[in-house]
């Protein structure tokens, strides 16, 4: 099934079932009032909001209302936890030879091999997520705003070390994310070693939070197998496919942050920026899901990055279309205002 | 005044106002169901509070209770965000100097200036907090289980770029903290650079969250200018002082948080580890509020640490007493239990 949290004034909006192709929707308050309160309680909830949503799809449903994604809140408009992965390991890979190839004393390191043994997981702010249609609100540009298409998952509760099997059941909803970085603040954060807090402002969140069964057989192996398109100011920056070159699935991600502590219902795990290698020889390169991406390239390529960072009222994008070529999710589409 | 979440089988517990001399409570649902309800409608919800606590400290609340610590949740047994800052320098100093001193190659590294002129804080996960009583779970003694005694803030909405003294302003409640670390796990977490994860489980808060007037003129500056108390196994560890060496206060933690994003009510900002310099000369010195500060002197004096971590059965209190030598929070109380 397909869920959206609408505002309502509130601070966690009010659920609502979105049907299958995104047309209409029904307020889901009589089963639960918000999205948390599904999750705290999903298996009891979860065959009540199946059941109003098989009626939507048939038209049957009493109350349907034309759905608008503008009107939507983030699935989950606060969090109990987000923590953010680096599954595609290929942007991790041209960031630091971009790096190190500004640093030709310190020679191109490749990647350690503890990053590609054990997935890297950064804790993030769950308080204020952002609504698909929400601007981004950022006091300078100065500060190299950049976009970052991905996926995320919310999970209910798992227990302290749970295996990858056991965190795969656990999985309850699937969203796309933009999570933005400020990449200028980057360099200072990581060098202090305590993880992002200033780089990371606010995720945006799809339209739609939905059930990996909705994916079919694109949903396998603890992955999303269908593109991801994101678009800047118009033009097509990212033609990428969620599933190919992702070296951690979402299982292996949510075992990772399990390993000492459980998880509580409601937490939502992202895999990071989706990043394909390029390997159309020739033909239309994937390209990029971030900025960051395309500039390391150009970096190593030229020597330094020629493409800047996001300008305010800039545009971003982000949708995926099934095998039919119809969006999914719903999609993230933002604008970046001085706030 | 002073408010407690009890357990009732559900995930947020039920508010209670509890009386000034912890000795009785009472319900608060039918004023607010939860703490993060009443912080959601701050403005609204804490004046009706407040007569309640009047009453109940003056023996006229009509249902009245005898106040067990033992029924409590942490006073936010959720929060949509935990950030936690090292405000005491003097603890990250001496960690430094025990490392550098065991790599006799790297010499002795001061503290670089960026940690002084900004806090450091890092984001980490809000889904389960542990009450007062409870039991700190965990699967290995052998990743190094240390306590860490400190008092966090609970902020109602930040707006981002708040200066310090707006972010003072936004300060609600206050509360002990014991924030666990696996220390054995941090080594390779802090190689990776995206900060703590799996060395950071479950925090524990203090029975009781006050709001900042309850202290009178011992919160002053942004600090709590306070005795803290932590005893492991019934020995003494630290006998230290809240007030003293706090390298940044409160409104400076959460200034630095909001400097790119808000933050929204309930988020719950954590000062770190207290640690004061010694200046007894030859007195009782301050003792440690963590085993990894123990373990770090010994280390610099004897080129290796003897005092070993927590072992499971092995248990750690928390407490602030006032001038008159009363308990302030009520104390945290834990064992460390295989789970």
């Known amino acids: 099934m397909k869920l959206a949290t609408l505002h309502d004034g509130s601070r966690d909006g009010q659920l609502a079932v979105v049907a299958r192709d995104l047309k209409t929707a029904h307020m889901a308050d009589a089963i639960a009032p918000t999205l948390q309160a599904a999750l705290d309680d999903w298996a009891f909830i979860a065959p009540q909001l199946d059941s109003l949503y098989a009626q939507l799809n048939r038209g049957e449903a009493r109350r349907a209302f034309e759905f608008e994604p503008q009107r939507c809140m983030a699935p989950l408009p606060r969090a109990c936890q987000w923590a953010e992965g680096t599954a595609w390991l290929h942007l991790l890979e041209l960031l630091r030879r971009a790096q190190h190839g500004a640093q030709p004393a310190q020679g191109l390191a490749p990647l350690p091999d503890a990053l590609r043994e054990e997935p890297l997981l950064a804790q993030g702010a769950g308080d204020a997520f952002l609504g698909a249609h929400d601007d981004i609100l950022l006091a300078h540009e100065e500060w190299g705003i950049d976009f970052g298409a991905g996926i995320a998952a919310i999970v209910d509760d798992v227990p302290m070390g749970a295996t990858p099997d056991e965190a795969h059941g656990r999985i309850r909803l699937l969203m796309l994310a933009n999570s933005v970085s400020l990449r200028q603040l980057m360099p200072a954060e990581l060098s202090r070693g305590a993880g992002f807090l200033q780089s990371k402002p606010a995720t945006a969140f799809s339209p739609v939070a939905l059930t990996p069964d909705e994916l079919g057989d694109a949903w396998r192996g603890g992955k999303v197998h269908l593109p991801l398109r994101a678009?800047?100011?118009?033009?097509?920056?990212?033609?990428?496919?969620?599933?190919?070159?992702?070296?951690?699935?979402?299982?292996?991600?949510?075992?990772?942050l399990c390993k000492s502590r459980r998880a509580g219902a409601g937490s939502i795990v992202g895999a990071g920026t989706v990043s394909n290698r390029d390997t159309t020889k020739g033909k239309a390169p994937p390209g990029h899901a971030c900025i960051a991406e395309r500039r390391a390239l150009e970096t190593i390529a030229d020597g330094a990055a020629s493409t800047p960072y996001m300008r305010f009222g800039d545009t971003i994008r982000i949708e995926m279309l099934d095998e039919a070529g119809k969006p999914v999710f719903g999609a993230i589409e933002q604008t970046v205002r001085k706030g």
Chains 1, 2 share one sequence.
Request: net charge negative.
């Open 231 to 256: 678009t800047w100011n118009g033009h097509v920056a990212g033609q990428l496919h969620a599933g190919a070159d992702m070296d951690f699935n979402f299982p292996q991600l949510i075992a990772h």
